[in-house]
Nanobody
């Protein structure tokens, strides 16, 4: 079974930094994109950042110039470097992978890792 495992969440003070990691395991052929989404209490899940197979990236406006998404293709791992964290960044962060196998595009989600930004 293909699985995504997130790590790196925790408690951090406003202005601090965290780096999230997501490692994909299992039988994976072609990855089209990997990304990070987040869901704050009482709110819908939203896109944070995404990186595509060609290397292009997209960020939600609220995290531009603060967060950076990157990947290590050899390890099937995606990272999210989060700097200048704000209380409103508090959420469960989920890893997402879009990939192609057996003629179909498939999607997987990790279980999530909690990021709490508070003084």
């Amino acid at each position: 079974q293909v699985q995504l495992v997130e790590s790196g969440g925790g408690l951090v003070q406003p202005g601090g930094s965290l780096r999230l990691s997501c490692a994909a395991s299992g039988s994976i052929s072609i990855i089209n994109a990997m990304g990070w989404y987040r869901q704050a209490p009482g709110k819908e899940r939203e896109l944070v950042a995404r990186i595509f197979s060609g290397g292009s990236t997209v960020y939600t406006e609220s995290v531009k110039d603060r967060f950076t998404i990157s990947r290590d293709n050899a390890k099937n791992t995606v990272y999210l470097q989060m700097n200048s964290l704000k209380p409103e960044d508090t959420a469960v962060y989920y890893c997402n992978m879009e990939w192609f196998q057996s003629g179909r595009t498939q999607f997987n989600w990790g279980k999530g890792t909690l990021v709490t930004v508070s003084s």
